[in-house]
């Protein structure tokens, strides 16, 4: 992973094989948990979704992964250290309890810089956040796990939709980047995205 100020990031993994990540309710609160812990000091969270077998992360960074740090004999950004962390911490826990041994997740942690994915123009890139956005909230509707995306608590988009006060999205950035409306928020998640932002 490489880190640079001022661009959003759509960050996902899943599980070696498309094996399990969650297996108990409480494995997605201890995610969300470690995701507070180790990647919100770094950067912006602007959506998440937490699926049975990966994980989706829409992140805005600033000057924070700018900074360096050595690990082992390597300099990488608190960011990607932050990930590391994550994802290694996660797995252990996880193995722990379900008796299990050997990697968890894809070895390779996607990174998609969203600011490069397109033409270039603002409108455009606006139009890419917007649909990353809705994207990420729409996967357990698109994976048949729920009938209606209000049914799935693993995701932000209660938090967007007015259903619960959460606190790890920042609501303001997705009013900047991604053209957040709280009063047309519910229906637009429910039109159809392109499918050229898919990624599984």
């Not at 070696?16 to 995610?31: A, G, P």
């Not at 948990?33 to 998440?48: G, L, N, Q, T, V």
């Not at 409108?123 to 990353?132: M, R, V």
Request: proline letters at 4%.
């Amino acid at each position: 992973m490489n880190f640079t100020p001022d661009n959003l990031y759509h960050v996902y993994n899943q599980g070696n094989d498309k094996q399990l990540i969650f297996s108990l309710v409480e494995d997605y609160f201890i995610f969300l948990r470690m995701i507070r812990k180790y990647i919100s000091p770094h950067a912006e969270i602007i959506a998440y979704c937490l699926m049975p077998n990966h994980f989706h992360l829409l992140i805005y960074t600033d000057e924070r992964v700018a900074e360096t740090i050595k690990q082992g004999g390597l300099l990488i950004d608190p960011l990607t250290n932050g990930f590391r962390k994550l994802l290694s911490g996660y797995a252990r826990i996880y193995n722990k309890v379900n008796n299990k041994t050997g990697s968890l997740f894809r070895q390779k942690t996607k990174v998609k810089n969203l600011s490069f994915d397109t033409s270039g123009s603002a409108h455009n890139l606006q139009d890419y956040y917007f649909n990353c956005l809705h994207y990420i909230h729409q996967n357990p509707l698109r994976a048949s796990i729920v009938n209606r995306l209000e049914d799935w608590e693993f995701s932000s988009f209660k938090d967007y939709a007015g259903l619960r006060n959460g606190t790890l999205c920042n609501k303001d950035l997705a009013n900047k980047y991604c053209s957040y409306q709280p009063e047309t928020f519910i229906k637009t998640s429910y039109q159809i995205i392109p499918s050229s932002v898919n990624t599984f």
